[in-house]
T-cell receptor, first 112, second 113 residues
Framework: EAQVTQNPRYLITVTGKKLTVTCSQNMNHEYMSWYRQDPGLGLRQIYYSMNVEVTDKGDVPEGYKVSRKEKRNFPLILESPSPNQTSLYFC???????????FGPGTRLTVT | GQNIDQPTEMTATEGAIVQINCTYQTSGFNGLFWYQQHAGEAPTFLSYNVLDGLEEKGRFSSFLSRSKGYSYLLLKELQMKDSASYLCAVRLYSGAGSYQLTFGKGTKLSVIP
């Protein structure tokens, strides 16, 4: 089954404790992206990757890092999480792009 | 900066037609998407317009006017399951073969009997 998977689905952590949210797709898509979704602000792009080893900042990249060492994986790293990074995070992929994007199920992160 | 506007909420009656508008002021415009998002779920792709005109897909149609910076999503024969948020998103060319995607804040549609 074609899909985008994210782990973990839910995470509660404390300020400053490094964490990684994994994202993997099995569709051989070139384009991958991370978004955060907050009430009243909508979906905002954090980082995106046009292909392996190519990453670019989106609209809200501060406090996040990404890497794209292989085509299928695009992890999101929070080196020192802060409460303002509490949000719902979505990973997405598309053939090239962004074109028709397939979204993962989301990761709900709470930073206390 | 980039700006994408759409109404926050709309209500429509089952069986009716509803039009959700989206206006944008952006640089590097390279296409417009509509996504549907049910509460508690991930967005799913509905439509894509890159040239002016109407794209029809079943009960859903999307229109684009690049000169006006305007798009709309038309939903016909509304069903209760169409109650969801509808997200307008603009693809922007960032240079060096790179494309970014910026979303509007979404329109929450409630379909009532």
């Amino acid at each position: 089954e074609a899909q985008v998977t994210q782990n973990p689905r839910y995470l509660i952590t404390v300020t400053g404790k490094k964490l990684t949210v994994t994202c993997s797709q099995n569709m051989n898509h070139e384009y991958m992206s991370w978004y955060r979704q907050d009430p009243g602000l909508g979906l905002r792009q954090i980082y995106y990757s046009m292909n392996v080893e190519v990453t670019d900042k989106g609209d809200v990249p501060e406090g996040y890092k990404v890497s794209r060492k292989e085509k299928r994986n695009f992890p999101l790293i929070l080196e020192s999480p802060s409460p303002n990074q509490t949000s719902l995070y979505f990973c997405a992929s598309s053939v090239a792009g962004p074109y028709e994007q397939y979204f993962g199920p989301g990761t709900r992160l709470t930073v206390t | 900066g980039q700006n994408i506007d759409q109404p926050t909420e709309m209500t429509a009656t089952e069986g009716a037609i509803v039009q959700i508008n989206c206006t944008y002021q952006t640089s590097g415009f390279n296409g417009l998407f509509w996504y549907q998002q049910h509460a508690g779920e991930a967005p799913t792709f509905l439509s894509y317009n890159v040239l002016d005109g109407l794209e029809e897909k079943g009960r859903f149609s999307s229109f684009l006017s690049r000169s006006k910076g305007y798009s709309y999503l038309l939903l016909k024969e509304l069903q209760m399951k169409d109650s969801a948020s509808y997200l307008c998103a603009v693809r922007l060319y960032s240079g060096a073969g790179s494309y970014q995607l910026t979303f509007g804040k979404g329109t929450k549609l409630s379909v009532i009997p």
